[in-house]
């Protein structure tokens, strides 16, 4: 993801103007929504061995193939949504969005919730200040794998309810991250980012758009010190929407996670779900005003590896969307 320079006139004016807990059962008596930090890390540690999961390297088939086999197991109905789309050459890029269902839209009360992250890995450490480093894969513990392994615990537990009232399906977005590197002398465009996002959304998403009540994207969601403030598209878009999942990180004593700052618009997987699928979503993603790029130090470099990752961060945003979705 990147923060969008191009739109921000346009959005400006449109815009507004750890508490860890056990993985037993005993959280079942309290007010906390079940959801294991645990689990959610193992879940990162996977992806992590399988190696950086660059789009057409076979750490990004092997990755895709065990999110599959993980859906399922969790009792999901699994959907492959293949394609290609044109890459920052304008040569074409091969597409595999990963779509698990949860809940039985015709049993279903409700319309359902989109839950998504990507789980490709940035081929370029754009970021790193020695030119020779910035063509090292980016690890992607943060930026890819965090946001994919708290979805994954959302989806075990889903997997042991035994009636789901509101449908569910996560997405796991590929090649979200392969826009423009910066070693690259020709052309940047803006829509070389989110590219399983966009084939979604313009595929997939206009047979299914008028089922979905909202979505969620989590991106980058396991630093120690994240900062989640409200980034301005989905502020734009769908505000009802991420003022109910900001007021709940509150309630449940998260808000210093998810803090009142108005962020940049962020082209992010969200922004394709909101402008070309119609579907009100919000971006959880860790944007941090002190730093030039605003993102986060390790954000585009080797650096974003396990030692960034906290279960205490994972725990509360994990507990966020469980309660969201509830
Ligand atoms: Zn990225």
Redesign the pocket.
């Given at each position: 993801?990147?923060k969008s320079f191009f739109r921000l006139g346009v959005l400006g004016i449109l815009g507004v103007l750890g508490i860890l807990v056990s993985c037993n059962k005993q959280q079942a008596v309290t007010a906390r929504p079940s959801f294991c930090a645990d689990s959610a890390y193992v879940y990162i540690e996977k992806q992590m061995a399988f190696g950086p999961r660059v789009p057409n390297s076979a750490s990004h088939t092997q990755c895709a193939v065990w999110l599959i086999e993980q859906l399922r197991a969790f009792g999901a109905e699994v959907e492959l949504q293949k394609g290609f789309m044109p890459d920052y050459r304008g040569n074409n890029q091969q597409i595999f969005n990963i779509i698990g269902h949860f809940g039985a839209p015709e049993q279903a009360s409700r319309a359902r919730i989109l839950l998504g992250a990507h789980y490709d890995c940035?081929p370029w450490c754009d970021e790193e200040p020695n030119y020779e480093d910035r063509f090292y894969n980016?690890p992607?513990a943060n930026?890819?794998a965090s946001g994919v392994g708290v979805l994954l615990e959302v989806a075990r537990q889903l997997g042991m309810r035994d009636t789901i009232l509101t449908p569910v399906d996560i997405i796991f977005f590929d090649v979200?991250?392969m826009g423009t590197p910066r070693v690259y002398t020709g052309e940047e465009r803006e829509d070389t980012w989110c590219l399983g996002s966009q084939l979604w959304a313009t595929s997939y998403a206009k047979i299914n758009a008028p089922t979905y009540q909202f979505g969620i994207v989590l991106?980058?969601v396991g630093a120690p010190d994240a900062s989640f403030p409200r980034e301005m598209y989905s502020t734009t878009y769908a505000a009802n929407y991420q003022q109910q999942i900001w007021n709940t990180a509150e309630k449940l004593g998260y808000g210093t996670y998810f803090n009142n700052q108005q962020s940049y618009p962020i082209t992010d997987d969200h922004y394709y779900v909101n402008y070309l699928a119609g579907i009100p979503c919000v971006d959880v993603i860790h944007y941090d005003i002190r730093n030039a790029t605003g993102f986060p130090r390790w954000?585009?470099t080797r650096n974003d590896n396990l030692s960034n990752i906290s279960k205490s961060t994972l725990q509360a945003v994990g507990e966020v969307v469980m309660s969201t979705i509830k």
């Open positions: 993801m990147r940035r980016v992607g930026d890819g979200e991250d991106d980058m954000w585009h």
